[in-house]
């Protein structure tokens, strides 16, 4: 995002925590909290821009800390996983099976565009498509917007505080909040021990 911020000529964002303070879904209303004006530049190629930039870096980020051993516990606990996301499904499926560890993974499922407006649609159809129960279901992002889309399909919801997005625990509710990956095993057994 900073790279096209200042290719803008706009003032950049200083650091994680500021950026984690704005980032929010839709997309369009987070480039307007970094400073973009879509009368001047249309949302559309400030898109095309960023994701040109996004796709040369990307393959260089690595993974959170503790991802691979938590995916790898889950699939030796006999947790089907599924990943539902925001990016273009072909962009997703050269970053997730890139890694070694993809084929734990049942489905990832993408949207059609680079727009990331929401992933709402998606996760409705793979709830419908399964076999899955959303009493036993559950979802694990790291921004408001995964909660909603966890809400949407009636599922339960973990967010993960140290992504993309600060979580505040008022603006949510009947989630569990955990600051590292590890810790989504303690609120998934309590689940399962409420049933």
Not at 45 to 68: D, N, V, W
Not at 71 to 97: G, M
């Amino acid at each position: 995002m900073n790279a096209i911020l200042s290719h803008n000529g706009l003032s950049t964002i200083p650091d994680k925590a500021s950026y984690r303070e704005i980032f929010c879904f839709p997309v369009e209303k987070y480039y307007l909290k970094a400073g973009f004006d879509f009368k001047v530049i249309p949302f559309d190629e400030l898109a095309h821009q960023f994701i040109t930039t996004y796709r040369e870096k990307s393959p260089k980020c690595g993974l959170m800390p503790q991802a691979e051993a938590v995916v790898q516990k889950l699939n030796e606990l006999d947790f089907r996983q599924t990943i539902i996301s925001a990016s273009r499904q072909d962009y997703l499926d050269s970053q997730v099976f890139s890694f070694p560890f993809s084929h734990y993974f049942e489905g990832v499922h993408g949207i059609s565009d680079i727009f990331a407006r929401t992933k709402v649609d998606i996760a409705r159809n793979w709830m419908a498509k399964s076999d899955e129960s959303p009493a036993t279901t559950v979802f694990i992002g790291d921004t408001l917007h995964d909660y909603e889309v966890a809400s949407a399909i009636g599922c339960h919801c973990i967010l993960y505080n140290n992504g993309h997005q600060r979580i505040d625990q008022t603006s949510i509710s009947q989630s569990g909040i955990v600051d590292s990956l590890e810790e989504i095993f303690g609120i998934i057994s309590a689940l399962q021990d409420n049933r």
